[in-house]
């Protein structure tokens, strides 16, 4: 009953700096292009055992993403100006996406671990979930989920991200023609 909560950032179209050159195209319309720097915080929360997973959380600026609109957001999301967690986003995780998920878990006493970073609430116990932070310049080698948590989604995500770029070129001509419009 020992869960482990880490915020990261991604870069959710950020491609490769280096690649190989599809057939059609040519080195003067491939270089130069502009880095994406959308970004977006992903809040990972995990017991010790790995048991059970909190939901992942997205933190991003739009307050309607127009990729969620009409359709059912298979992750919990809140806005934030910046993209980042700050300590009311903190707060909403925790009432709305960490508090239910362990009680619908355990009743037994929890403890949750959290980095000291300013973006986060005061340290605090309510009804059997104690709230505890890592003490300064310990966390990057402590903490579970800098520990290849971390590193694992980021590599699946981007696993996925470049697959579903490179069907895009497996397409015939007219499927990409009514993708397009």
Known sequence: NVYNMD???LFFRLLPRYSLLMPTESLETTRGKKISKERVTLVVCSNATGSHKIPCTMIGKAARPACIVGRTWPIPYFCQKNAWMDVSICWKWFNEVFYPAVKQKTGLPVLLLLDNAPGHFEAFERNLVKVVFF???????????????????????????????????????????????
């Open 7 to 9: 915020e990261t950032g």
């Open 135 to 181: 003490p300064p310049n310990c966390t990057s080698w402590k903490q579970p989920c800098d520990m290849g948590i971390i590193a694992a989604l980021k590599k699946r995500y981007k696993y996925l991200y470049l697959s579903d770029i490179l069907s895009y070129y497996s397409l015939d001509e007219t499927t990409k023609k009514c993708l397009k419009e």
